[in-house]
């Protein structure tokens, strides 16, 4: 099971930082990553994380403000977002890689959590 944490509401230019925590079993093997999906939208892509963090990637619309990281001892994947805009306002969802490389298809990723709102004002 995954668990998401820390969305809210922040204003334009500020930052968050979501945690991902697994529970019931480990990901330490497994790719990580966050999606995204704005209303009325789809759900994108936004950041992966290799098993040993050793790779990193992420969509163009985040690099250089989002970082994705993992502490596997503690079973958990964070996102901190800086420098937020109104366009990253969307639920955001944490997933679990079939495979310790992942992908950044939405079929790369067999477990899923229930989501977290972020709500970036202008």
């Keep these: 099971q995954l668990v998401e944490s820390g969305g809210g509401l922040m204003q334009a230019g500020g930052s968050l930082r979501l945690s991902c925590a697994a529970s019931g079993r480990t990901f330490s093997n497994n790719a990580m990553a966050w999606f995204r999906q704005a209303p009325g939208k789809e759900r994108e ?16 619309s985040v690099k250089g403000r989002f970082t994705i990281s993992r502490d596997n001892g503690k079973n958990t994947v964070y996102l901190q977002m800086n420098s937020l805009k109104p366009e990253d306002t969307a639920a955001y969802y944490c997933a679990a ?13 067999g477990s899923w959590g229930q989501g977290t709102l972020v709500t970036v004002s202008s």
């Design 97 to 109: 890689a079939r495979t310790p490389y992942g992908g950044r298809g939405e079929r790369d990723f």
């Design 45 to 60: 892509f936004v950041a992966a994380i290799s098993w040993s963090a050793g790779t990193t990637y992420y969509a163009d």
